[in-house]
């Protein structure tokens, strides 16, 4: 299985927002509600910063929101801030049973 | 708090194998399920297989079959991810994480990662 699609790397101004897509198949992004987003800073655990599609965990800023349609989903920052340049990785579970990340997004704040 | 607290750093000779261990803090395996994630130098995240000790169920990407092995040991609480036949590209730093009830949630505790070396 290939990883799910995701843009190399994404900017934008601080206080604009940007959407990272997440392109899969009917196998996994497109079959199953179980979408999720990942923040990870070098040196650190990555974080969970959207899961099931569109929930945001207590704690995570609502600056941060999930969607989906079809086999895309997208993770939209808004109101961009320095501190949200980042990696970011969406992962779906699959048809398989198993789970299967995104590429990675570079985020960058210019 | 529960934690998720992996061994130290290994180095290994090509053709080795490693084990990577992943001990719950605090708290119990058996309501999670425990997946490895490894990212080499350069590269994303990977999922490498999952195991859900309360029904002693493995699942592994298919890449990995038959090159991982995942376990549980639950009067320790410890969770153990085993790389057969490493190779240089193999070097990465490997993470155990754990979803509530199942491969179908998200990732919401992870450990510090355990960076494992494969080198002549």
């Known amino acids: 299985q290939s990883a799910l699609t995701q843009p190399a790397s994404v900017s934008g101004s601080p206080g604009q927002s940007i959407t990272i897509t997440c392109t899969g198949t009917s196998r996994d992004v497109g079959g199953y509600d179980s979408v999720s987003w990942y923040q990870h800073l070098p040196g650190e655990a990555p974080k969970v910063m959207i899961y099931?599609?569109?929930n945001r965990p207590s704690g995570v800023s609502n600056r941060f929101s999930g969607s989906k349609s079809g086999n895309t989903a997208s993770l939209t920052i808004s109101g961009l801030q320095a501190e949200d340049e980042a990696d970011y990785y969406c992962?779906?579970?699959?048809?398989?049973?198993?789970?299967?990340f995104g590429g990675g997004t570079k985020v960058t704040v210019l | 708090q529960v934690q998720l607290v992996q061994s130290g750093p290994e180095v290994k000779k090509p053709g080795s194998s490693v084990k990577v261990s992943c001990k719950t803090s605090?708290?119990?395996?058996?309501?999670?399920?425990i997946s490895w994630v490894r990212q080499a130098p350069g590269q994303g995240l990977e999922w490498m297989g999952g195991?859900?000790?309360?029904?002693?169920?493995?699942y592994y990407a298919q890449k990995f079959q038959g090159a991982v092995t995942i376990t549980t040991d639950e009067s320790t609480n410890t969770a153990s991810m085993e790389l057969s036949s490493l190779r240089p590209d193999d070097t990465a730093v490997y993470y155990c994480?754990?979803?509530?009830?199942?491969?179908?949630?998200?990732?919401?505790?992870w450990g510090s990662g355990t960076v494992v070396t494969v080198s002549s």
């Open positions: 992962a779906s579970y699959t048809r398989f049973s198993t789970v299967l």
């Open positions: 994480t754990r979803s509530y009830s199942g491969l179908k949630t998200h990732f919401d505790l």
């Open positions: 195991i859900i000790p309360l029904f002693g169920a493995t």
């Open positions: 605090g708290g119990t395996l058996n309501t999670y399920a």
């Open positions: 099931e599609v569109t």
